[in-house]
């Protein structure tokens, strides 16, 4: 530990795997490594990259999630916007039609109250030329009277006689013909009374249908005002979601922008700091290799020195001459005892010694260090290798109990949907059998599945050996017996009756009421067949009232036949 400001001077003096550090965070490595406290760390820095990418990432992610709820908004205010508009032409369409059947209805009524003005005035004329007829016929009782008395008490010339009995003939006459008359006033008054009944009857219902049909027209107007409202707003709702998705479509474009750019300052930074990194690395190898050169050097030049004395103290106390003088005459020994042979032996030994001694390099003064880590490692990868083991263990046993599970499930549900397909197919085809088998292998999760049906009347074949119309029933067999297996909510059947015949289509929809009762499954039927649509519960169809525009169209049948009883 020492200060800042000497760190850079004592550094010139470590021994090899020494280091210096300051308070402040600074370190000084014998090898030559510096690093001040307030340089960035590259780890630190690629931190931060990393920080800044994860944060436009989530930044895009949140612009991406505003951005589906716009669509998802300005597709709602769009359809809302549709079914306003549709309902807003279909009140227009009724309120001409409501109109008109107020206005009839005030006519009917008009002409009502006229006839019945006609059927009083009718009625005083009748009462009236009834009272005269009850006169005549009082009077003519009084002649026949008058007549019978003269007859009886008096009399009279014949003359006289034969014009009273003529006078009361005519008045027996007009008074049968006034009892007739009045007979048949009574029945055309009785007649006309029960008609001005019917009539008044008749003026309360168009009354209570006027007001009925007024209350509607004012119900139907506020509803148009409403749906007018809601259309004008629906037709602002998809400006603003527009507005708000161009600016999430902005912002996003924006962050991405930003991603992208820090993306490629991340990429960057990476690659500078790698490069840095690798260039250090290389520094910091060719530092420490001059160093340990530096330290064998001055190692052999240390030894070379005392071998040195050493030599010319044997060669005083040997020779009792100085060392300058003994090269001269072991020259002249050498040559004059063993010839140029020997010493150009011994220098070319010398020479290999020495590029032997090259090759084997500096001395790695770090060998005891790397092989520690080295045996670390070792440790801790035989370690890893015996978890790995162990988890791979576990994993084998693990697959061997679903396995083995799969099988036992697969063979119950197999089983179960065989008997209830044997069951449904007997049923649709009203006799024959059939059944499902596993065929290729033995266990049945490689095993295959072969469908085998025989008809009634026909011969155990397989499936693809069958017509489209047995092909439909065995097929919708099967469905049948899966859903009672595993029931689903949901079933959608697409063009099953299309190959049946009436008669097959009559069992295919009996049977599927019969699962609807089972399996509490709704089943959803697109068909064109008018035998199996009038067995629904619900239709649901599209038409198009203009050319471009589709519209879905749904009929409750049960109610709809429920009105028609009414």
Known sequence: MVEAKEGASLAKHLPPGARLVSKEGDLWRWDGLVRRADAPQPAAARLEHKNRLAA??????????????AKAAWESAKAERAALDSKARTLRMDAPKAAAAAADAAREIDRLEAERAR??????????????????????????????NVDAGEAVDEAALSAARASVETARAAAAQASATTQSLVRERSLRENRLKAIAAET????????????????????????????????????????????????????????????????????????????????????????ERRAAAEAHAGAAGQRVEDVVALAREQTDCAPEELAPRAGALLHSALGEGPLAEIE??????????????????????????????????????????????????????????????LSRAFEEVDAHFAQLFATLFEGGRANLKLTESDDPLEAGLE????????????????????????????????????????????????????ANVDRFCR????????????????????????????????????????????????RAQAMAAE
């Open 348 to 409: 070319r030994r010398f020479d290999r010694l020495k590029s032997e001694r090259d090759a084997a390099g500096p001395v790695n003064l770090r060998a005891e260090e790397e092989l520690a880590e080295a045996q670390s490692r070792i440790d801790s990868l035989t370690t890893e290798k015996e978890d790995v083991a162990q988890a791979v263990a576990k994993l084998r046993g693990a697959i061997t109990k679903l396995n083995n599970e799969g099988r036992l499930r």
């Open 56 to 69: 436009a990432r989530a930044e895009l992610a949140s612009a991406e999630e505003k951005l589906q709820r």
């Open 204 to 291: 309360m219902q168009w009354r209570a249908r006027i007001d009925s049909s007024g209350a509607r027209l004012k119900m139907l107007s506020a509803e148009l005002d409403a749906i007018e409202a809601r259309r004008d707003a629906a037709k602002a709702a998809p400006e603003q979601a527009r507005a708000k998705l161009e600016a999430l479509m902005e912002e996003a474009g924006a962050a991405e922008a930003r991603r992208k750019s820090a993306s490629d300052a991340v990429a960057e930074a990476e690659t500078a700091a790698r490069l840095a990194a690798e260039a250090a690395r290389g520094k910091e190898e060719a530092h420490a290799s001059a160093r």
């Open 451 to 502: 469908i085998f049906a025989e008809p009634p009347g026909k011969r155990l074949t397989n499936l693809s050996l069958m017509s489209g119309g047995e092909q439909a029933l065995t097929a919708t067999a099967l469905i049948f017996a899966v859903f009672l297996a595993n029931p689903a909510p949901l079933c959608v059947l697409d063009e099953v009756d299309a190959p049946l015949d009436d």
């Open 511 to 558: 049977m599927l009421e019969e699962m609807k009762r089972l399996a509490r499954t709704r089943f959803i039927v697109i068909t064109h067949n008018p035998v199996t649509m009038s067995r629904m519960d619900r239709l649901y169809g599209v038409t198009m009232p203009e050319q471009g525009l589709s519209q879905l169209v749904s009929v409750d049948l049960q």
């Open 119 to 148: 059927q009083a005035e009718r009625r005083a004329d009748l009462q009236t030329q009834a009272q005269t007829l009850q006169a005549e016929i009082a009077e003519a009782e009084a002649a026949v009277a008058e007549a019978q």
